[in-house]
Structures are given as C-alpha cells and as structure tokens.
C-alpha cells in the first residue's frame, strides 16, 4: 500500500498558485519524497524531489515540514495544461521500488 | 527521439490468449520497470530489472514473465490472458535505482482482454 495520502482532488484558478499538500508520516531519515504527475493517460511525468530541503525548479517548488512528515508541490501560476492527476511517493532504501498511491486530481479552469 | 517507447500501444485479445508488450529506452538507464495501472488509477509496480537481472517481483502470477535480453529492452509477456489484466501497463526506466534520479515512464499500453 501507498504509504503517502493526499486529496482526492482539488480546483485552482489559471494563473493562480496550486498548492498541493501530501501527508508522509512514516517516511524514514533517508527516503525522498518524489512528485510525478499524469496528464491524462500518458505516462507519469517527473516533477521534483527532495529529502529535507526546499526544492524549486522550473516546473515547481517543493516544500518540506521541519519534521519530513508532509510537503507542499506548488505550482506557482497554474495553466489549463496543469491538470492531471498528482502523485506524491516515497522512495523506499534500495531505490528500486516505488507505490503510487491515488493522487491528487488537480483541475485548473479558466 | 521518445526516451522510452512501448509497442504496441493498444492491443485487444480474447481470454487465454498469450500476448507481449515490448519497452526499448534510448537514455542508457541502468534500470527498467513494468507498472500496471487499473482501472482505478492506481500505478502498481510489478517488475524491476537492474542491468538486465530482476530486482523486484511483487508477486506478479507467474503468467506475466519479463524478459530482458539487454539494458535497453525490458518486454512483458503475458499467458493465458483473464479478464482482470485488462489495464494499461507502463514500462519506466530510471539511471540507477529512483534513489538516484527519476523515473522516465512510456506512454503507456492499453490491454482489453474479452
């Protein structure tokens, strides 16, 4: 089972920061938390990571709570071609496997 | 040049049939993956090959076999189709483990088993 939890779905106005929250409780010292996305039914797309650190880059920031147990993907001005569904994972020791659980479906209007 | 390609992308069959799905990834990626995505949505890991030898199985039934002849080809096989395969199986690839880097999933192909 996906150990991550997120909102089922959420609205955002285009042009408007999303914020899309993520719970990882149980996540260990070492593992990272991974954003993806999936716009439609294409393949996931690779957002962000980080391990403790806030992260940005030219797709979104990542922030991260003192205690690693949530974090925050903001897309700072959304489009329309933002909505997909969003995933948060957690990235197990040995890196080989990941769960991803059932995302945020994020919907942006206009 | 698509970084990981999926063939075929659609393919509709009847039960008990044998089919393949084929994944070639032009990044020289270490590591390939198989997910499965039903019809809830939910991405599932089944497989992960690390230089061509399997790392994970998450017990897959034994009627799905990957093969990878090489590090840039991971194909699915799968016996005696049920209805319940019915999904869209994605194929990914990461540099190393995803520890290291992301994931660079295919677009995706689309079972119907009748």
Redesign the interface.
Known sequence: DAKTTQPPSMDCAEGRAANLPCNHSTISGNEYVYWYRQIHSQGPQYIIHGLKNNETNEMASLIITEDRKSSTLILPHATLRDTAVYYCIQVYPGGFKTIFGAGTRLFVKA | DTA?SQTPKYLVTQMGNDKSIKCEQNLGHD?MYW?KQDS??????MF?Y?NKEL??N?TVPNRFSPKSPDKAHLNLHINSLELGDSA?Y?C?SSR?????G???????S?LTVL
């Open positions: 990981v590591t997910y809830k949505k939910f991405l599932k890991i992960s690390n790392i994970i998450e869209v994605f990914a190393d483990g995803v520890w290291t992301e994931l660079f999933f295919g677009e995706g689309r």
